[in-house]
């Protein structure tokens, strides 16, 4: 069937097959920064916005999604002009191998708009859908913790 949707806040229409996940069709049309790791729902690293709202998009039906939003990291930032999520990952050291950090940093992105003032345990809270095997944590929630006061600060009259 074919899906209309929009994609990093362009229309994006696909055809899908009915068992056919979001994260296959997104990859498939070169959105590499959506990762698959498990396939089951249980690593984040295919996280993407739905709608604002972090899922995963291995879990996700692609003919689900006719008329919604979808952001993906590559809407978010790139390397020539970075999300300061991005800014701040790199930053505090909290990028190692990477595979991890466009869900982590699309689940961030999330918690940090519907609060803009996050404690550490509410960043860890948001992110516990998102797993690292290289960082130990630390450094992501102090990088997240990072962009939230830049962007206060930044909103500033
Ligand atoms: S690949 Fe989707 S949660 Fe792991
Ligand atoms: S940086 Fe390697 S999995 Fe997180």
Redesign the pocket.
């Known amino acids: 069937m074919n899906v209309t949707t929009r994609l990093n806040g362009k229309p994006f229409s696909f055809d899908a097959a009915p068992g056919e996940r979001l ?1 296959d069709v997104l990859r498939d049309h070169g959105f590499m920064g959506t ?13 993407v916005l739905l709608d604002g709202e972090p899922v ?4 996700v039906l692609a003919p689900r999604v006719e008329g919604r939003s979808i952001l993906t990291i590559e809407g978010l930032g790139t390397p020539a002009a970075p999300h300061p999520l991005q800014e701040e990952f790199a930053d505090a050291g909290a990028v190692q191998c990477g595979f991890c950090t466009p ?1 982590m940093v699309l689940s961030a992105h999330a918690l940090l708009l519907r609060n803009p003032s996050p404690n550490r345990q509410e960043v860890a809270a948001a992110l516990d ?1 998102n ?1 690292c095997r290289c960082t130990g944590y630390v450094k992501i929630v102090d990088a997240v913790m990072a962009a939230a006061a830049r962007r206060r600060e930044e909103a500033r009259p």
């Open positions: 994260v990762k698959f790791g498990c396939g089951t729902g249980e690593c984040g690293a295919c996280v995963n998009s291995c879990l869900g859908g797993l």
